[in-house]
């Protein structure tokens, strides 16, 4: 063999050797990259198991809490059968109804001979109660209770507590506002209109 072939095949097998050595560092590599991205994935399954866990918790207290209001204000009123000032005979809680395509529950309603009374209630109240009362309740109501269609129809926000501004703008709209004061309800209609 010339010499200048033996160098070439020392060249070559150097560089396969070489070549090896890299494929077999890629390799190793690659598995602990594989190896790190599933423990990643392990952890990241954990995080989401624990925050899902977490949403649970928080809504079952947020649950907790509005049925706390509604058993609050609906004692209160049962116990008063009034609201604004003006007496009433009946009194439901939680009335849910579904009729055709329109489908709503209301978390209290009083009765009497010419008006009926829709007190929505939440543990906070936000804008957006108050505007769901007024703009979707409403109509509802009146489709889900054709019976009261000659009744004055009053509404009301109730709540442990309001955002900023949502009295007024409540008060401003002619619905009714039930807080609690310690361990009774207060209301405020200055301008309660029918609906």
């Not at 590599?29 to 977490?54: C, G, P």
């Not at 009034?82 to 395509?101: M, P, R």
Request: hydrophobic share 40%; with cysteine.
């Amino acid at each position: 063999m010339s010499e200048s072939k033996v160098d070439l095949e020392k060249i070559l097998a150097a560089y396969i050797a070489d070549s090896d050595r890299r494929a077999a560092e890629a390799d190793k590599r690659a598995a602990e990259e594989k190896e790190r991205s599933a423990e990643a994935d392990r952890r990241i399954e954990k995080l989401e198991r624990t925050i899902k866990h977490v949403g649970k918790q928080l809504g079952g207290i947020g649950h907790n809490n509005g049925h706390y209001a509604e058993q609050f204000f609906f004692k209160a009123l049962k116990k008063s059968m009034t609201f604004c000032g003006a007496a009433y005979d009946e009194i439901w809680k939680n009335v849910h109804l579904s009729k055709g395509q329109t489908e709503d529950e209301f978390d209290i309603v009083l009765f009497n001979g010419s008006s009926v009374a829709v007190v929505e209630v939440k543990y906070r109240i936000h804008p957006n109660d108050l505007e769901r009362l007024i703009n979707r309740k409403v109509e509802h109501f009146r489709m889900l209770f054709p019976q009261y269609a000659k009744h004055k129809l009053y509404l009301g926000i109730a709540g442990m507590s309001f955002d900023e501004n949502v009295t007024e703008q409540a008060a401003a709209a002619g619905v009714a506002v039930l807080e609690r004061k310690d361990r009774e309800v207060e209301s405020t209609a200055a301008n309660l209109k029918a609906y």
